[in-house]
């Protein structure tokens, strides 16, 4: 099974920069996701991470650290448009097949 | 063009009513899957299927029940609807699970209100 922790609500303001925390625990792991959502919208793919280290994407980055259970999604220069929710997913094996359980994410508020 | 389609996109019955849910991906993708998202926006795998075949069956009611008559296509079914069965059921749909990398495309949610 798998223990996904993030924060549940995080707020920023538009410009600055912002970390989204994630932990888990899982045996298997196999690659960690991160998603946006927009209220009232499907989940949309930001990043993938397998290795440890830093992938960036644009204002978005993402680290993951495997020995220590730990990733990050690092937002730069805020938009109002970045108020979403944010999803850490988890990938691994389980009963001799891959599967992706996602965290309960964690709800951006961008303030001007 | 729209990867994954699911229809309906909202969906209001009666307790004890039967329904379904249909999804179909355009993306040439091996595998699909149905998510229930509820009130408390926690996105949970119900099922998945790789080129028609069962993969994950999660702890789900035997009410649902999925059907994939080809693998563009996962339809999801429900017996017997209850007042707890209501949230916003996600398709999705990835490249092989073997590749790294591939994330999941999502459609765009079925609401489904039991009342």
């Known amino acids: 099974g798998q223990n996904i922790d993030q924060p549940t609500e995080m707020t920023a303001t538009e410009g600055a920069i912002v970390q989204i925390n994630c932990t888990y625990q899982?045996?298997?792991?196999?690659?960690l996701f991160w998603y946006q959502q927009h209220a009232g919208e499907a989940p949309t793919f930001l990043s993938y991470?397998?290795?440890?280290g830093l992938e960036e994407k644009g204002r978005f980055s993402s680290f993951l650290s495997r020995s220590k259970g730990y990733s990050y999604l690092l937002l730069k220069e805020l938009q109002m448009k970045d108020s979403a929710s944010y999803l850490c997913?988890?990938?691994?094996?389980?009963?001799?097949?891959?599967?992706?359980?996602f965290g309960t994410g964690t709800k951006l508020q961008v303030i001007p | 063009d729209t990867a994954v389609s699911q229809t309906p996109k909202y969906l209001v019955t009666q307790m004890g009513n039967d329904k379904s849910i249909k999804c179909e991906q355009n993306?040439?993708?091996?595998?699909m899957y149905w998510y229930k998202q509820d009130s408390k926006k926690f996105l949970k795998i119900m099922f998945s299927?790789?080129?028609?075949?069962?993969?994950i069956n999660e702890t789900v009611p035997n009410r649902f029940s999925p059907k994939s008559p080809d693998k563009a296509h996962l339809n999801l079914h429900i017996n017997s609807l209850e007042l707890g069965d209501s949230a916003v059921y996600f398709c999705?749909?990835?490249?092989?699970?073997?590749?790294?990398?591939?994330?999941?495309?999502f459609g765009s949610g079925t609401r489904l209100t039991v009342v």
């Open positions: 899982t045996s298997g792991f196999n690659g």
């Open positions: 299927y790789n080129n028609k075949e069962l993969i």
């Open positions: 997913a988890v990938r691994d094996y389980s009963g001799g097949y891959q599967k992706v359980t």
């Open positions: 999705a749909s990835s490249q092989d699970l073997r590749q790294p990398g591939y994330g999941y495309t």
């Open positions: 991470n397998v290795l440890d």
């Open positions: 993306l040439g993708h091996d595998t």
